[in-house]
């Protein structure tokens, strides 16, 4: 089955301190991936998506997201973190060969003043 | 631009009750997507709908839950005698079609059955 894997499920960062997030998603084939955030209490929303073209995507807040089609991966990153950051981060991933959008379990960011 | 909307945001019932949760899609947005979130078991998809005609209802947990897609502009969600085990967030997304567009996600309604 078609899965997404988020293996880090709780990231306690300092302000100012780099982020990286990974995700990893089964199969190969042609897929578009996306990363949501959720800030507390509050609903999903989206923060990059990859179709096709350029591997490396910017996406809003400064984050950015590179897809590494070799490794399966599709990992979310930001230079200098800020405690508005801290959320619960969200990698999907749609397989062009299904029909179904498929969550990762997500990762809890906690970000220190 | 009006995004997804909810209704109600909160709701509290006690066991036994019927609820009945809302969802009005983007305009123009022709799939429409119901999700479950809870501490224990995360992001759930329960049903999804393209040009209001239900696709995958696999997720949906027992034959109390029900959706319905009357128009392209509305759905419901309707859960039919509520437990406590229901209680959750439920967000309905909605996206241009289903071969991988974004979802864009309503802000969700909270249910507590008591």
């Known amino acids: 089955a078609q899965s997404v894997s988020q293996h880090n499920h709780h990231v306690i960062l300092s302000e100012a301190a780099s982020l990286e997030l990974g995700c990893n998603y089964s199969y190969g084939g042609t897929v578009n991936l996306f990363w949501y955030v959720q ?7 989206l923060l990059l998506k990859y179709f096709s073209g350029d591997p ?37 991933v749609f397989w062009n060969a299904g029909n179904m959008l498929t969550f990762g379990g997500g990762t809890r960011l906690m970000v220190k003043p | 631009d009006a995004g997804v909307i909810q209704s109600p945001r909160h709701e509290v019932t006690e066991m036994g009750q019927e609820v009945t949760l809302r969802c009005k899609p983007i305009s123009g947005h022709n ?20 040009n209001n005609v239900p696709i995958d209802d696999s997720g949906m947990p027992e034959d109390r839950f029900s959706a319905k897609m009357p128009n392209a502009s509305f759905s419901t969600l309707k859960i039919q005698p ?25 802000p969700g309604t909270r249910l507590t059955v008591l």
């Not at chain 1, 800030?39 to 929303?45: E, F, S, T």
């Not at chain 1, 997201?65 to 405690?83: D, G, H, Y």
């Open chain 2, 31 to 50: 799939s429409l997507f119901w999700y479950r979130q809870t501490m224990m078991r995360g992001l759930e998809l329960l049903i999804y709908f393209n």
């Open chain 1, 39 to 45: 800030y507390p209490g509050q609903h999903l929303q």
């Open chain 1, 56 to 92: 490396l995507v910017k996406g809003i807040k400064g984050f950015e997201a590179e897809f590494i089609k070799s490794k399966f991966s599709f990992n979310l990153r930001k230079p200098s973190v800020q405690w508005s950051d801290t959320a619960e981060y969200f990698c999907a």
């Open chain 2, 82 to 106: 509520s437990e406590p085990r229901d209680s959750a967030v439920y967000f309905c997304a909605s996206s241009l079609s289903r071969t991988g567009s974004a979802q864009y996600f309503g």
